[in-house]
């Protein structure tokens, strides 16, 4: 377990070293979500009624932006790391440490994750706390909202891993990558909440395991119904322990396979 | 060294043409080596894409007009927009190598041709898989267009190629002043990153914003000159505000001084030494 530890730290270390690069992203989000503000507002503006889908105007804002910040505390560039390193032969490095390559991984980005939490998403949830006043209950359900933001950043992790082994099979980094991006944005409801998917389309999207990533603990934090303690938490819970659990197997399946067909020139 | 100085200044279109034409054939053969990875970035293209409009329709279902737009109207934006997006995609998709050109110090070799360091730095890579953008831009335009029964003339026919293109100049220019900012700060690649994701606003209508955030989006980031203010000239051919008229010369004077910003970075730009 030290060994892991000491990943970690570096990886906290790591994401100090860049303060300017998250003092821009900060900037960064502030104007991107005045962009996101605005719409909304003009959105239900136009509406006419005060609650669209069971979400008024301030719990879309509120799950947005959360969302924004999530994604910006969850984003990692596992595929674009591990196909560099592929190119360039370092990977072997990894290989031959005596580490499981994968859980280096983990406890390498669980560091910087760390560290996001503190510089960006925490900020954002003070500042969204304070503008819509009270709209966030503060109570069990953030306890339970730490929990699943957990399970997503695990499951979040396993979806990287796949879709980085698929590097090992093919050099085309930017259309894997993009594909990966536009389907976990949309499914995951970090664009549009997922409640306001048409009814049949929804209940596809319900059964993938991407809705784990955002709109699980986003919903968990809004108290919405079915996700309190009453109606249905520990379900929700419980789909995204099952879905960490399958895509672990899943994922790592996948990499035993493809790691024995990795080709590297040099390095 | 002093001749090709002189000569540098005397050359002109044609010649830059000639060049470009070579360097995009090269470029070309060299991408066609690579099937596999051109099949999986056009996919890739079209599923951002397909994402894209996914998303806006269903948006729409829930809310069937935005600020007085209809559906109708907000996809003639959307399709305007990556229409004007495809230049950017297309041309100037080298420029996300550019700080790591500089990095590794690469970058002197484009210093040493006789020719200007920022074209001849931007026209080594053509990106295919932009076309791929401009079919489906074409596909929602006049999807949007027929439904919206806008008379089809000689006269909007040409407002719209003109407005397509200086249009496609706004975002071209925010990428080329992100991309020079790491002639100054290393690993500056968040400003390009953050920058990119300002141009999925620009299918909105800027009326959505009101007072200090208005001005921003047209001044500062100016993604509303991207597909709102030119889209108006067509869309609303009775009441079309000044900027509308405006926004070619405005995309053309931006456009000049991101280049000179770059031009200035690739200016003051060393090497590294070795």
Same mark, same amino acid.
């Given at each position: ?9 570096? !990886?906290?270390?790591? +994401? ?40 008024? *105007? ?37 290989? /031959?440490?005596? /580490? ?61 891993? *796949? ?35 048409? +009814? ?46 399958? #895509? ?20 | 060294?002093? +001749? ?46 397909? @994402? ?29 927009? #990556?229409?004007?997006?495809?230049? #950017? ?12 050109? @500089? ?11 006789? &020719?200007? @360091? ?6 080594? @890579?053509?990106?295919?898989? !932009?076309? !791929?953008? /401009? ?14 029964? &806008? ?17 496609? /100049? ?27 994701? *300002? ?11 009101? !007072? ?10 100016? &993604? ?18 000044? #900027? ?31």
């Amino acid at each position: 377990m030290r060994k892991y530890s000491a990943l970690t730290r570096a !990886g906290i270390m790591q +994401e100090l070293q860049f303060r300017l690069g998250t003092f821009a992203t900060i900037f960064g989000n502030l104007i991107y979500l005045t962009l996101i503000y605005n719409l909304w507002k003009a959105i239900y503006a136009s509406a006419g009624t005060e609650v669209v889908n069971g979400m008024t *105007f301030s719990d879309t804002i509120i799950y947005l932006v959360l969302a924004t910040a999530l994604f910006n505390f969850l984003e990692m560039f596992i595929v674009w790391d591990m196909s560099r390193s592929i190119q360039s032969g370092a990977i072997v490095l990894d290989l /031959l440490k005596p /580490l499981k390559y994968r859980r280096l991984k983990f406890f390498e980005y669980f560091g910087r994750n760390v560290m996001t939490f503190f510089t960006t998403f925490l900020p954002t949830f003070i500042i969204v706390f304070f503008i819509t006043k009270g709209a966030i209950k503060i109570g069990l359900n953030i306890i339970f909202f730490m929990i699943s933001v957990v399970l997503a950043l695990m499951v979040n992790f396993y979806i990287e891993m *796949f879709v980085a082994t698929i590097c090992l099979h093919t050099e085309s980094t930017w259309g894997i990558n993009i594909v990966k991006e536009s389907i976990v944005l949309l499914f995951s409801g970090a664009t549009i909440p997922l409640v306001f998917f048409p +009814e049949k389309f929804r209940i596809v999207v319900e059964c993938m395991p991407f809705r784990c990533i955002y709109d699980t603990p986003l919903n968990i934090l809004l108290q919405k119904p079915g996700y309190t303690m009453d109606t249905g938490l520990w379900t929700m819970l419980g789909m995204q322990v099952v879905w960490c659990a399958g #895509l672990s197997v899943v994922s790592r399946m996948f990499w035993d396979i493809s790691v024995k067909r990795i080709t590297v020139n040099g390095g | 060294m002093s +001749e090709t100085m002189e000569l540098r200044a005397k050359r002109g279109l044609a010649f830059y043409a000639r060049i470009y034409r070579k360097v995009l054939a090269q470029d070309l053969k060299s991408k066609m080596s690579y099937r596999a990875d051109f099949i999986i970035s056009t996919f890739g293209m079209i599923m951002t894409n397909a @994402v894209g409009f996914i998303s806006f329709y269903i948006l729409f279902q829930n809310f069937p007009s935005i600020n007085g737009w209809n559906y109708y109207e907000m996809l003639f934006f959307y399709g305007f927009s #990556l229409i004007a997006l495809t230049p #950017l995609q297309c041309l100037f998709d080298n420029n996300w190598s550019l700080r790591y050109a @500089v990095e590794s110090g690469d970058f002197i070799k484009y210093c040493f041709r006789p &020719i200007n @360091v920022f074209f001849y730095f931007i026209s080594e @890579v053509f990106d295919v898989k !932009g076309l !791929g953008q /401009l079919a489906f831009g074409i596909m929602v335009l006049v999807y949007a267009w027929i439904h919206l029964a &806008i008379p089809v003339t000689v006269i909007t026919m040409v407002q719209l190629v003109l407005l397509l293109i200086t249009a496609s /100049l706004f975002m071209i220019a925010i990428m080329n002043f992100a991309a020079a900012t790491c002639f100054w700060i290393q690993r500056s690649g968040y400003v390009m990153v953050l920058m990119f994701r *300002f141009k999925d606003y620009a299918k909105y209508p800027a009326s959505i914003f009101d !007072g200090l955030f208005k001005i921003i989006f047209t001044f500062v980031i100016p &993604i509303a000159f991207i597909a709102y203010y030119p889209a108006l000239v067509i869309l609303r051919p009775d009441e079309i505000p000044l #900027l509308s008229y405006l926004s070619p010369a405005l995309g053309m004077l931006f456009f000049y001084l991101s280049y000179k910003f770059w031009m200035l970075g690739a200016r003051k730009y060393n090497g590294t030494g070795s």
